[in-house]
């Protein structure tokens, strides 16, 4: 029904020599590196060569025809993952060193001849095929063979794509729809010399092959993103992003993650089949329930993420700031499980509007200080909290959507992430697998629909539709769209879209939903809308009330306000009868009582 995905294509950077250039490469988090152990080649390593560590990233040992005992040496001394076999060896061989435990790439060099029925003997004993131009000189010839010999492979292995690889293959490679290709190889033609590596051709094609529409290793996605950021904040910045940068591919980080994220908050949430709702819009309508989640919305999933982070790396004092309080309470919660000291910024007018939030921070043991500078309300805490970041470098800066210098959005995407995670899993029992035709989600700063976009990315298939607060109407001040409102420039240290006056002064955004009420938005989605990826609409306040009460008739749900503002947008598309449609229901309406009993009072 939907086959047609794109294919996520792995990086395999070959030939590393030189231990400088080698950590070099490592930062560029390639999955791939190779070295080759083949005295020959120009790219022979060396005898007293040892391969460095690498999280996340897996070692390749090419070797040719090489005898069994020194490979399996070789191998266990430079703990190797992989071992590429480059020459004549035979499926026995590969047979017997498999046995031993080791996995295997095994190359072939390609020409207008070669049948692929001779790769059938080893398909029991291998993990990958590599394809290379076929020539006597094992590897390294800049050469491309017949790209088209490739195009009907199904054996079941998936393969590696080598020989002569350069960046003007790109649009070459990102056209390739062959769903057992694995990855690209990458050697001679991004080199100075041999096995010293060209690092800024590398990092320019690999930004461009791997993160379409993810962040860079420098946070941009595509023009939008990085840190732009007082010179003071620097260190800080720089410190959190290494530290995030290592940690992320932490298999015991993940595990206490996992951990807490079922035990804890819930998780997996449900994927709730709307009966009624489906058959009023006319498509098959699921909820996916981030508002069951522990405090009531998927908030708390960035905050633990975020606070296991600072405890690994020995921060105890946790600042943030919040608006509504949502944030602010997340975070509370979650400081004081771990045992973290919290300080929360607070505008004092938001103090006001949100007492009960404020007294739930005070209960979980936060500290709150009140911010009477600007107008008192979320921008001028963001101010406050940075500031006292800069005097206290000591502290970790907990900010709770997808927006901020670089490593914040993409660290809070990445944490958001396990919803559409756990929905693509979900959705193989409920719909043997089928991808959603839509995926609908609120946006504030971005943090939810990040979350249910991020692995629907590459299934360029699924239509992705953010939906912004317009308040009282787009043709009024009175209103939050920015999308729709904003134009390009830096927020919190971020280039992106934001509402702001034609002399770049930010302006004071408004929606009856205090989540949705922040004059930017995340540089992914700044991203997605110029890449028209994903779609932006926009519903007032009185149609998010209305679409809130209309859920709650209809399936028993009272959704928060900015959730409804998701729903809301159902009235807004137009449905196939066999359209699978998910929305994110962020949170949950308790908090939201006084607006709606206004609203039905008034009716
Ligand atoms: C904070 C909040 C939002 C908006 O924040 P995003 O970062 O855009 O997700 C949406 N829904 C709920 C329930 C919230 O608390």
Redesign the pocket.
Same mark, same amino acid.
């Given at each position: 029904m939907f086959k047609k995905r794109k294919i996520k294509i792995k990086i395999k950077i070959c030939g590393l020599k030189y231990y400088n250039n080698i950590s070099s490469i490592i930062d560029l988090y390639p999955d791939f590196i190779g070295f080759i152990f083949f005295e020959k080649s120009p790219r022979f390593v060396g005898d007293n060569f040892l391969a460095p560590d690498t999280i996340g990233i897996s070692k390749v040992g090419v070797f040719v025809n090489e005898k069994e005992d020194k490979l399996l040496k070789l191998s266990i001394k430079n703990n190797l993952d992989f071992v590429q076999l480059h020459g004549d060896e035979s499926p026995y061989y590969c047979r017997n060193i498999s046995k031993k435990g080791i996995k295997i790439i095994k190359s072939f060099g390609i020409d207008h001849n070669f049948d692929f029925e001779k790769i059938k003997e080893y398909i029991d004993h291998v993990k990958y095929f590599l394809f290379d131009f076929k020539s006597n000189l094992y590897g390294g010839t800049g050469k491309k063979f017949f790209w088209e010999k490739i195009d009907n492979y199904n054996f079941k292995v998936p393969f590696i794509l080598s020989g002569g690889i350069n960046s003007n293959d790109f649009d070459k490679i990102n056209n390739l729809n062959i769903p057992k290709l694995l990855g690209i190889d990458l050697n001679s033609c991004f080199e100075n010399k041999p096995g010293l590596k060209n690092l800024n051709l590398l990092k320019k094609f690999i930004s461009r092959i791997k993160y379409k529409y993810l962040s860079d290793y420098h946070g941009f996605y595509g023009n939008f993103g990085g840190a732009y950021i007082p010179e003071m904040l620097y260190n800080n910045i720089n410190y959190l992003k290494n530290e995030y940068n290592k940690i992320i591919n932490n298999n015991s980080f993940k595990k206490q993650l996992k951990r807490l994220l079922h035990n804890y908050v819930g998780r997996p949430s449900p994927l709730f089949y709307c009966k009624n709702l489906s058959k009023i819009y006319g498509a098959k309508i699921y909820l996916k329930r981030?508002?069951l989640n522990h405090t009531?919305?998927?908030?708390i999933n960035n905050t633990i993420g975020q606070a296991l982070l600072a405890k690994e790396i020995g921060k105890k004092n946790i600042i943030s700031e919040t608006g509504?309080g949502?944030?602010g309470v997340a975070t509370s919660t979650i400081c004081s499980l771990l045992g973290l000291k919290c300080t929360i910024f607070m505008g004092e007018v938001d103090i006001k509007r949100q007492i009960q939030n404020v007294y739930r921070m005070k209960m979980l043991g936060a500290n709150i200080i009140a911010v009477n500078s600007g107008s008192k309300t979320l921008k001028d805490s963001v101010n406050e909290a940075i500031r006292y970041w800069i005097n206290n470098p000591d502290c970790y800066y907990m900010i709770?959507?997808?927006?901020g210098p670089d490593p914040y959005p993409r660290m809070?995407s990445y944490f958001?992430s396990i919803i559409s995670e756990e929905i693509k899993e979900q959705l193989k029992e409920k719909e043997s697998g089928i991808l959603p035709n839509y995926i609908i #989600?609120? !946006?504030?700063?971005?943090?939810?629909?990040?979350?249910i976009f991020y692995h629907f990315l590459d299934d360029e298939y699924v239509k992705l539709i953010g939906v912004e607060a317009s308040g009282l109407g787009l043709n009024t001040n009175k209103t939050a769209a920015t999308i729709q409102k904003g134009s390009r420039g830096v927020l919190h240290g971020s280039m992106t879209i934001l509402m702001q006056d034609k002399y770049g002064q930010i302006l004071e955004p408004y929606s009856i939903? #205090?989540? !949705?009420d922040?004059p930017g938005i995340?540089p992914m989605h700044a991203n997605l809308f110029y890449k028209n990826r994903a779609t932006f609409i926009s519903v007032t306040d009185f149609e998010a009330i209305e679409a809130g009460i209309e859920l709650s008739s209809l399936e028993g749900i009272i959704p928060?306000?900015?959730?409804a503002h998701a729903i809301a947008s159902l009235k807004k598309l137009s449905f196939k009868k066999k359209d699978l449609v998910i929305i994110n229901l962020?949170?949950?309406g308790d908090k939201d009582m006084d607006t709606y009993i206004k609203h039905i009072e008034n009716k």
């Open positions: 981030e508002d009531g919305s998927h908030k509504a949502q944030h709770g959507s997808a927006v809070v958001q #989600a609120c !946006l504030g700063g971005g943090s939810n629909a990040a979350g939903s #205090a989540g !949705l922040y995340g928060a306000l900015e959730s962020s949170g949950r």
